[in-house]
C-alpha cells in the first residue's frame, strides 16, 4: 500500500510540473499493480490529452473498458481533435443528462460541421447552466454568423453591450454578423472598436508589439473586405499585401489575403496568382477553413486554369471539387464554362438546365443568369433570355432585373412591352420610397425620354419630385420634358432651377474659359448636283481613258529552246559548279581551285561536303525545338472567430 502511496505522490508532483510523459509513466505503474485504480487512469487520460497524444487516448480507453472510470468526454474529445466530428457526436449522443463539458463540446462540434443545430446546443448551454461568459458569447455569434441566423444576432448585443466592450473577439464577431447581413457601416465600426480594445487588453497583459499586430491582422483583414465590397480595390490590395509581409502566424488569414488578392487581380499576373492558390491547397490550411472559403479557393483556381487555357488541369481540380462539394453550384458552372470554351454551347446549356431543374425552389441564382448568358452568347434568343430571368424569384422587382428585362424587350423590337415592365415596377414605389426604388424610377424616366414618351417622362419625374423636392438630377429633365408638349409648364419648373450667384459669375474670367473651350469644326456643305453636273460627270466617265493592258514578259533575247535549261539557274552565279570566280590582272584563272599536289576541289563543293557531313553540321540538324514557355498567368471574409476551447480544465 505505501508502494501505491508513493507512486500517487509521485504522479501528482509530475502533474502539476505538466511533465506529461513521465506522468504517463507513473500511471501505468500503478495500474499495472493495481487496474482498478481509477484516479491512476483518470489521471493518465489527462496527462496524455494534456501532450496532444489523441490517438493513444482513444486506444487507452478502448484498453480499459474493465474499469468503472468513465472516460465518455476524454473519447468524444479525442475523436474531436482527431477530427472524427461523427464519431465523436455519436458518442456524446448516446448520454443522457448532458454535464456542462458535454454540451460545449456538442456545440463545438456542430460548429465545426456547419449545422445549424450548433445555435441551438449554444443556447440551451446557456439557459441550463446560467453561463454568460466572454468565451461563450463570442462562439454563439459565431454560431449565428455562420448559421446565417441573423435574426438574433441584434437582440444579442444589445443585451451583452457591456461584454462586447471588453472582448474584442465579440465585437470582431459581431461585425461578421454585420457583414452578413450587408450592414457594412456598422460592421467597420464594430471592427474598429474591436482593433482599440484588442491593442489595450493586450498591453495590459504585457503582450509584445509582434503578438499584438499578429492579433490584428485578422481584424485589418476584415477591414480590407470591407474595402473591396465597397469598390475600393486599391486600398483593399495594398492593405492585403502589408498583412502578408507581416508574416503573421494564423494561416487562415494569409489564406483569405492571399484568395482576395487573386480575385482583385483577375486576368492579371495569372501565374503568380494561379502559384498563390496552390499553396492553400495544404492539409494544414485547408483544414482551418470553412467550407465556403474552401469553396472559393477550388473556384478560383479553376478559374485560373481556364484562363491560362490549362484545360486538362481544371478537369482535374474539378474532379476533387466535386468529390469534396457535389452539390456547390460552382460545379455546374465550371463544367459549363469547359463546354463552352470547347464550343459545346448545347451540352453546357444542358449541365445548367439539368442543375436548376434538380434545385427546384432553391436559391441557385448564378446558375439561372450564366444560363440566360449562355442563350443569349449562342442563340440570340431574346423571348428565352427574357423567360430564363423572368424565372429568378430571387431577384424579382430590383432594379437590375428591371433594367435588363426593359433592354432586352427593347432590343427583342417590343417597346411597348418594356414600358409595360417599367411601369409595373414604377406603380409599386410610394412617395417614402427608398433610394434604389428612386434610382429604378430614374431609369424609367431616361428610358421614356429617349422613346419620346414625354407626357409618361413628366408624370413619373413629378413623383420623384414629390417624393424629393430638392433633386437636381431629376428637375431639369421635368423642363425637358414638358418642354417637349407643355411650354408654360416648362418654365415654370426651369424658374426653379438654381441661378448662378452674380457674385461666382463676376470671378468668371471669359477670355480664359473661351481658350479652354474646344474649337468647333465645321464641315463643307454637300449641295446636290444639278441635272447638268450630272450629265457632265456621266460623260467624264464615258472618257476615262483606258488602262493599257500589261504584256506578258517576253523571252531573252539568245534564248536557246533546243538546249535543256540549266538546273542550277536558280542559284546565285557564285553557288554555281561552273562558276570560275572573279579574274584579277596577272593572274591565271585557277577556276576558283588551289592548284597542288592534293589535287583539286571546287571551293562551293567543299563548302557543300563541309555543311552536309561534319558532325557539327549533323547536330545542329538534329537539335530539338526548345519546349514552349507557358504563358505567365469575387471573396471570401475569414472564419468567425470561434475562440473554441477544451471543456473543463483540458486545455489545447
Known amino acids: 500500500m505505501s508502494k501505491l502511496h508513493d507512486l500517487y505522490k509521485k504522479l501528482d508532483d509530475q502533474l502539476r510540473d505538466a511533465e506529461w510523459d513521465a506522468a504517463v509513466d507513473a500511471a501505468d505503474k500503478i495500474l499495472a499493480q493495481s487496474p482498478e485504480e481509477k484516479e491512476a487512469f483518470k489521471g493518465k487520460l489527462y496527462a496524455l490529452l494534456q501532450a496532444d497524444k489523441f490517438q493513444q487516448v482513444v486506444q487507452a480507453v478502448a484498453g480499459g473498458k474493465d474499469t468503472k472510470f468513465d472516460a465518455v468526454f476524454e473519447h468524444a474529445y479525442a475523436l474531436y481533435r482527431l477530427k472524427n466530428f461523427a464519431g465523436a457526436l455519436q458518442l456524446i449522443n448516446t448520454q443522457q443528462n448532458l454535464s456542462q463539458s458535454m454540451l460545449h463540446l456538442r456545440s463545438q462540434i456542430y460548429f465545426r460541421l456547419e449545422d445549424p443545430k450548433c445555435v441551438e446546443a449554444y ?37 451583452y453591450r457591456k461584454v462586447m466592450k471588453e472582448s474584442h473577439e465579440f465585437m470582431y464577431n459581431a461585425a461578421c454578423c454585420y457583414i452578413e447581413s450587408g450592414a457594412l457601416d456598422a460592421a467597420l ?13 493586450m498591453k495590459r497583459d504585457g503582450a509584445s508589439e509582434q503578438d499584438i499586430e499578429d492579433e490584428l491582422a485578422v481584424i485589418q483583414a476584415q477591414q480590407a473586405y470591407i474595402m473591396q465590397r465597397r469598390g475600393k480595390e486599391k486600398e483593399a490590395m495594398d492593405q492585403y499585401e502589408d498583412i502578408l509581409k507581416r508574416n503573421v502566424s ?31 491547397g495544404t492539409d494544414q490550411v485547408q483544414e482551418k477553413l470553412s467550407f465556403a472559403q474552401k469553396k472559393a479557393i477550388y473556384f478560383n483556381r479553376c478559374v485560373l486554369y481556364l484562363q491560362m487555357s490549362k484545360l486538362q488541369e481544371c478537369r482535374d481540380l474539378l474532379k476533387t471539387f466535386s468529390t469534396d462539394f457535389p452539390d456547390s453550384e460552382y460545379i455546374p458552372l465550371l463544367n459549363a464554362a469547359l463546354l463552352v470554351r470547347e464550343k459545346h454551347w448545347e451540352d453546357g446549356e444542358r449541365i445548367l438546365t439539368d442543375f436548376i431543374a434538380k434545385k427546384r425552389g432553391q436559391d441557385c441564382v448564378r446558375v439561372q443568369l450564366s444560363l440566360a448568358q449562355i442563350q443569349l452568347a449562342h442563340r440570340g434568343d431574346y423571348a428565352t433570355v427574357i423567360a430564363t430571368l423572368k424565372s429568378i424569384d430571387a431577384l424579382k422587382n430590383t432594379p437590375a432585373m428591371i433594367s435588363a428585362l426593359a433592354k432586352l424587350l427593347e432590343k427583342s423590337g417590343d417597346v411597348e412591352g418594356a414600358l409595360k415592365a417599367l411601369d409595373e415596377a414604377a406603380a409599386k414605389i410610394s412617395a417614402g420610397a427608398d433610394e434604389s426604388a428612386i434610382q429604378m424610377l430614374k431609369k424609367t424616366v431616361d428610358f421614356k425620354l429617349k422613346n419620346r414618351r414625354h407626357r409618361e417622362a413628366a408624370l413619373a419625374l413629378e413623383k420623384i419630385l414629390k417624393s424629393n423636392p430638392g433633386d437636381l438630377e431629376a428637375l431639369p429633365k421635368l423642363v425637358i420634358a414638358y418642354a417637349a408638349f407643355d411650354a ?38 454637300v449641295v ?125
Open 189 to 201: 465600426q464594430c471592427l474598429e472598436a474591436a482593433a482599440n480594445i484588442c491593442r489595450e487588453t
Open 250 to 280: 494564423d494561416s487562415t488569414v494569409v489564406a483569405v489575403c492571399s484568395n482576395n488578392i487573386v480575385a482583385i487581380r483577375k486576368e492579371h499576373d495569372r501565374f503568380n496568382s494561379l502559384h498563390k492558390l496552390t499553396h492553400l
Open 488 to 525: 408654360d409648364q416648362a418654365e415654370k419648373y426651369a424658374k426653379r432651377l438654381p441661378q448662378q450667384q452674380a457674385k461666382a459669375a463676376a470671378t468668371i474670367d471669359v477670355d480664359k474659359l473661351e481658350n479652354i473651350a474646344p474649337r468647333q469644326s465645321y464641315k463643307k456643305a
Open 123 to 159: 443556447e440551451e448551454l446557456m439557459s441550463k447552466h446560467k453561463v454568460e461568459s466572454a468565451e461563450l458569447l463570442t462562439n454563439l455569434t459565431a454560431a449565428l454568423c455562420r448559421a446565417k441566423a441573423l435574426s438574433k444576432s441584434d437582440g444579442l448585443f444589445s443585451k
Open 528 to 652: 446636290a448636283p444639278t441635272d447638268d453636273e450630272k450629265a457632265a460627270t456621266d460623260a467624264a466617265v464615258v472618257k476615262k481613258k483606258k488602262t493599257k493592258k500589261k504584256k506578258k514578259n517576253p523571252p531573252a533575247k539568245k534564248a536557246d529552246f533546243s538546249r535543256p535549261p540549266d538546273p542550277e539557274r536558280w542559284l546565285p552565279k557564285r553557288e554555281r559548279s561552273y562558276y570560275k570566280g572573279p579574274r584579277r590582272r596577272g593572274q591565271k584563272n585557277t577556276g576558283g581551285r588551289s592548284l597542288g599536289a592534293q589535287g583539286s576541289t571546287s571551293v562551293s563543293d567543299a563548302h557543300s561536303q563541309a555543311v552536309r557531313g561534319t558532325p557539327l553540321a549533323k547536330a545542329k540538324d538534329e537539335e530539338p525545338a526548345p519546349a514552349p514557355t507557358p504563358a505567365a498567368a469575387p471573396a471570401k471574409q475569414p472564419p468567425p472567430r470561434a475562440a473554441p476551447k477544451k471543456a473543463g480544465r483540458k486545455k489545447r
